[in-house]
């Protein structure tokens, strides 16, 4: 099993901890990326993934091995602190980037076969929209289970969190584990996901973006062909 963890923060905090956690209980091959270190470009809005091509990004290179490992992935986790209730400013320049990758452009076909988890701690609250941050990108990619966790720890950093708190925190996480184990090599997309990849189908017959229409007639996705088998 291969893990890409992305952290939304280049500190090691709470979040961070939880994370790794998770990647070591499922005991496969990790590949981790810290934002902004790793990356830390804002789109600038150009829109040349969407006309055009996404290599024509300014910051294509850049974030081309965190893309690979992306696509390379058996589990995705993104995982981001609640900043004002939401993702932190890094992670969302970093979703940002892959808005060409949403099911209404020209999704990647591997996402259709992955599992992926949001993680979000605060001192308080707003687990719930950070979350909702990420797992909306996770969707709209394609992918076809996404698991949330998010919980107040009542700290400022790990070292601070109560060890009754880190107790029940391993408990989930373990049985989050487990799940992601159990499901490995089993998943298929849901309803939901078969329901909005037609109507993107649909879409892409009438053709409005060039670059789109074009990418779906090469994969066959107009016709009979699925990104799923």
């Known amino acids: 099993m291969k893990i890409a963890i992305i952290h939304g923060q280049s500190h090691k905090g709470s979040t961070y901890h939880i994370a790794r956690m998770l990647a070591e209980k499922l005991k496969g091959e990790i590949t981790e990326f810290f934002l902004p270190r790793d990356f830390g470009a804002f789109c600038v809005g150009c829109t040349s993934c969407f006309e055009k091509s996404e290599t024509l990004c300014p910051h294509y290179e850049m974030l081309k091995p ?40 020209r999704p990647e076909e591997r996402m259709f076969g992955k599992q992926a988890v949001c993680i979000s701690t605060a001192a308080g609250g707003g687990m719930k929209s ?90 066959g996705w107009t016709g009979k062909a699925r990104p799923w088998k």
């Not at 609640?82 to 209404?104: E, I, N, P, Q, S």
């Not at 487990?178 to 078969?194: A, L, M, Q």
């Open 66 to 105: 965190i893309t690979c490992a992306l696509d390379q992935a058996d589990v995705i986790i993104l995982a981001s602190p609640v900043y004002v209730y939401h993702v932190t400013g890094a992670m969302k320049a970093f979703l940002d980037h892959y808005g060409y990758r949403w099911m209404v452009h």
């Open 130 to 219: 950070t979350n909702r941050d990420m797992a909306d990108s996770l969707f709209f990619w394609g992918v076809p289970k996404i698991y949330r966790y998010g919980t107040g720890v009542a700290a400022v950093s790990w070292s601070q969190v109560g060890g009754r708190k880190k107790k029940q925190i391993e408990k989930k996480i373990s049985e989050l584990a487990w799940r992601i184990t159990r499901n490995e090599g089993k998943i298929r997309p849901s309803f939901k996901t078969r329901l909005f990849f037609g109507i993107m189908r649909q879409m892409q017959k009438r053709g409005w973006n060039e670059a789109d229409v074009e990418y779906w007639k090469e994969k």
